[in-house]
């Protein structure tokens, strides 16, 4: 069906760079809205960024300026890129992905939402 893999993340310094990666894989499958949220020790889970079909993004007050949210749709790929990490950015982060499927043999259009499976991030001071 859909599987969705996040990848990247890790331990950093304050100041340094990490890069995110949500990839949709499945047969006849493309991402659509995806969004990727946080949720930092003994807190709910919030939201960060987001980047539409088409390319729109919004972020999260707290990462504006400093992350970025990009796609590339031939490798149903979403990426977000993390510069200027602060100690405060430690979390563990997920993507949420829109998926479409063309299911066979009506051609119909299958719509879901997925979590990916989380990805630590952490920075010290």
């Known amino acids: 069906q859909v599987q969705i893999a996040q990848s990247g993340g890790g331990s950093v310094r304050q100041g340094e760079s990490l890069s995110l990666s949500c990839v949709a894989s499945g047969t006849q499958v493309r991402i659509a809205d995806v969004s990727w949220h946080r949720q930092r020790p003994g807190n709910e889970r919030e939201f960060v960024a987001r980047i539409a079909r088409y390319g729109r993004t919004n972020y999260a007050d707290s990462v504006r300026g400093r992350f970025s949210v990009s796609r590339d749709d031939a490798k149903n790929t979403v990426y977000l890129q993390m510069n200027n990490l602060k100690p405060e950015d430690t979390a563990v982060y997920f993507c949420?992905?829109?998926?479409?499927?063309?299911?066979?043999?009506?051609?119909?259009?299958?719509?879901?939402?997925?979590w990916g499976q989380g990805t630590q991030v952490t920075v010290s001071s």
């Open positions: 949420n992905a829109d998926t479409q499927r063309v299911v066979l043999p009506t051609s119909k259009i299958e719509e879901r939402n997925y």
